[in-house]
């Protein structure tokens, strides 16, 4: 650096030029702290995978350190002119962002979240959870980061004339440059080609939000949906930590249960709102319902249809969707099913090669011979394809069958666009007159089974996927009417009764389970859920969708999201206000929550 005669300007370039290497040092330390996000989540399973997760990770970091070079390091280098002071600025601003870094780490070893304004708030309050400890313990790299950094600003402030003389700034620059413009380029790639090693990484990395062109694609005729999905069926598991589902190895009783003959029947209607189940729209449903046992205040796993028939048969929360579906790991439901060698009957007019059946739910069947796919166009196919199976099925062998009936018009109910008074009651009226249609459908089933004599003996489960709300899907009424759907349950030799407390999706594994197969496993043992003939009051129920989570509770819902946004309301829809005993309770249910989320993860 060449002295020019004036002062100001020299002092300024030299604290920017020290306050580049400074940052550089930055970028080397954060990103040696950041190798502890892979290696809590583990390597991806390709080469491609693992190269992605080290050059994103530069960049990425790389990023954020220039963002706070540019709006607070290098501004202050003109404003504050005295040098030490500078520089302890600057050393105190690098100390505050490594600890909230290493923080993050523990946050996300232990959750899978990363810091956000609501896990700050239990942060503060160590008593609530045990783990919370450990956190605490990385206070102490405060001083010994402090210590380092003003170490290094020191060297750095005497040599920094050397270091620029050997002009190795700007090829470092455009490297670093180049990683964080990479990443983004692969990730748009491997998004469109859902190329699972490295879009399992989305949420790696705090702040982290790679680009997406997936949308842009389909519209110039680049990317092909059908293409998509077959690569998806076709994918093998990613690197992700398994999880340890079920948590013990299940163990039945010797003495055969006494619904132990009886034949399984799911029935699971899409988007079907649990106000629906009345003499009017669904009279057919409801006369069933009143022979019996009718759940009236019962909530789907999650507020869509894939992540609803998820937690149908696995009784899990969403957030193990993706290791599920990327690993191809069966419920232990349908494990037991095929262990059985029970027949078993699909039936489904949108086929069974989506995510939420092939790669989940039946991903076990693909091997079994014993298993009949029906190739129905429409609910009325399906119905007429059901009654023809059924006829092939004998008293002597108990069979299970899975019919799901769709809702012809879902994706015009579920547009996200704002919809005026008139369009949501044109959307209600057709909805109302599907739901007329399928509760004739249910009615013929039914009858098929009566005919056949398989009505006595057959478990009979009749549930929606989740709900539905016609208002804009980002309002109040779509969190109350998102996740809660009719559940009525036929039990042979049952009394019919009805049923006020919360119930979930979570809870109908574990009640076939003990019920039908007697196990003898505590249900928290390969489930979320409880057994659901037993009065057993909840505090809340989960549903939601991979990104944000719905908590029902009997006086509010709550939302909350992995970035740390919350919205409470009440069961009319009214916002409720923050305060300190709202906080508290937001708090003590987000531990809990937590816990559940993340109890059949590896540790």
């Known amino acids: 650096m060449v002295e020019t005669g004036h002062k100001f300007h020299d002092n300024v370039a030299k604290k920017v030029a020290w306050a580049h290497w400074f940052t550089f040092f930055n970028i080397i330390a954060i990103s040696l702290i950041s190798l502890r996000y892979i290696a809590y989540s583990g390597l991806a399973d390709s080469g491609l995978g693992i190269a992605y997760q080290f050059v994103s990770l530069l960049g990425h970091f790389s990023f954020l350190s220039a963002v706070v070079f540019g709006i607070l390091i290098f501004p202050l280098a ?3 002119s005295n040098n030490l002071l500078y520089r302890l600025i600057c050393i105190l601003i690098a100390t505050t962002a490594i600890t909230f870094l290493i ?27 045990e783990e919370i400890y450990s956190i605490n313990l990385h206070y102490i790299s405060i001083p010994i980061t402090f210590s380092l950094e003003v170490f290094f600003s020191l060297i750095l402030w005497k040599k920094v004339r050397n270091i620029q003389a050997k002009q190795i700034g700007k090829p470092i620059a455009l ?9 983004h380029l692969v990730f748009i790639w491997a998004d469109a080609t859902q190329y699972r090693p490295i879009t399992h990484q989305r949420s790696l990395y705090p702040l982290s939000y790679p680009m997406t062109a997936r949308t842009f694609l389909k519209k110039q005729g680049w990317l092909n949906e059908d293409v998509i999905q077959k690569r998806e069926l076709g994918a093998t598991g990613t690197n992700q930590q398994e999880l340890n589902y079920p948590l013990e190895k299940l163990t039945y009783s010797k003495m055969p249960m006494a619904s132990a003959d009886n034949n399984i029947l799911i029935i699971n209607i899409e988007s079907l709102r649990s106000d629906m189940l009345n003499a009017h729209n669904m009279p057919n449903l409801q006369a069933l319902a009143e022979q019996g046992i009718n759940f009236k205040n019962h909530f789907s796993g999650a507020n869509n249809n894939e992540q609803g028939v998820f937690s149908l048969f696995y009784g899990l929360p969403n957030s193990y969707w993706y290791e599920v579906t990327e690993n191809h790991i069966p419920p232990v439901f349908m494990t037991k099913i095929n262990e059985e060698n029970r027949p078993i009957g699909l039936f489904s007019s949108i086929g069974f090669v989506h995510p939420k ?12 011979n014993d298993v009949y796919y029906s190739k129905a166009q429409n609910n009325n196919q399906v119905v007429q394809q059901w009654g023809e199976w059924i006829t092939t099925q004998t008293k002597l062998k108990p069979w299970f069958g899975y019919i799901y009936l769709e809702q012809q018009n879902n994706d015009l109910f579920n547009q ?21 249609t399928i509760d004739n459908q249910i009615a013929r089933l039914i009858n098929k089974l009566k005919q056949q004599k398989q009505y006595e003996n057959t478990v009979i489960v009749i549930t929606g996927t989740h709900g539905q709300s016609f208002k804009e899907q980002n309002t109040n009424d779509a969190l109350i009417s ?5 559940m009525v349950l036929i039990w042979p030799n049952k009394a019919p009764r009805t049923i006020y407390r919360m119930t979930s999706h979570a809870d109908i594994v574990p009640t076939l389970m003990q019920g039908v197969f007697g196990i003898e496993n505590e249900s928290n043992q390969y489930s979320s859920g409880q057994y659901l003939l037993k009065d057993n009051d909840r505090q809340y129920v989960l549903s939601g969708d991979i990104n944000n989570y ?9 939302q909350f999201s992995g970035n740390g946004n919350i919205n409470s309301i009440d069961w009319q829809g009214e916002h409720i206000e923050a305060n300190e005993e709202n906080d508290k309770s937001n708090i003590t249910l987000l531990i809990d929550v937590l816990s559940t989320l993340r109890r059949f993860n590896q540790k």
């Not at 490297?175 to 990443?183: H, N, P, Q, R």
């Not at 059946?357 to 079994?368: A, D, E, G, T, V």
């Not at 998102?482 to 009719?486: L, R, Y």
């Not at 719905?550 to 709550?558: G, H, N, P, Q, W």
């Open 103 to 129: 923080v993050d780490t523990q946050i996300f070893r232990l959750y899978e979240f990363h810091l956000n304004p609501l896990i700050w708030q239990f942060l503060q309050k160590p008593e609530q959870v």
């Open 550 to 558: 719905v908590i029902y509770e009997d006086r509010k819902i709550t």
């Open 175 to 183: 490297f670093l440059f180049a990683s964080f413009v990479t990443s």
């Open 78 to 80: 003109f404003i504050i």
């Open 416 to 436: 996200p666009s704002k919809k005026s008074i008139p369009e949501q009651t044109e959307h209600l009226s057709l909805y109302q007159s599907q739901v007329v």
């Open 482 to 486: 998102g996740a809660n759907v009719p």
């Open 357 to 368: 059946f092939l790669q989940s739910s039946f991903s076990q069947l693909k091997n079994n």
